[in-house]
């Protein structure tokens, strides 16, 4: 099983980001998936899970400027960013749980994306 992320970089407070992890190995549609985060000097933080039915979930620190889809005929999953502030900056991780609705045990991970948003 293979996560791969992409999409991160640099933003300025107020601008996009999108975040993309390509699996191979797994289908992500049987699994939930998530995004995690790590700030420097912080514990990893889950900010969205999407189940494989059933509605997305979202920390509140994220909630109504990100959201998590997910393309079943392209095996990946996204991370669209909106209005990102200086907090959001951190490493992005991709993650799989064969517990497709409890979203828990997190049994698969990507290597990361940096995200940096500065002015």
């Known amino acids: 099983v293979q996560l791969v992320e992409s999409g991160g970089g640099s933003a300025q407070p107020g601008g996009s980001l999108r975040l993309s992890c390509a699996a191979s190995?797994?289908?992500?549609?049987?699994?939930?998936m998530a995004w995690f985060r790590q700030a420097a000097g912080k514990e990893r933080e889950r900010v969205a899970h999407?189940?494989?039915?059933?509605?997305?979930w979202y920390s509140d620190s994220v909630k109504g400027r990100f959201t998590i889809s997910r393309d079943n005929a392209n095996n990946s999953m996204y991370l669209q960013m909106n209005s990102v502030k200086p907090e959001d900056t951190g490493m992005y991780y991709c993650?799989?749980?064969?517990?497709?609705?409890?979203?828990?045990?997190?049994?698969?991970w990507g290597q990361g994306t940096q995200v940096t948003v500065s002015s």
């Open positions: 993650a799989a749980s064969p517990l497709r609705w409890l979203c828990s045990e997190w049994t698969y």
């Open positions: 190995g797994l289908t992500v549609s049987a699994y939930c």
């Open positions: 999407m189940p494989s039915t059933g509605n997305s």
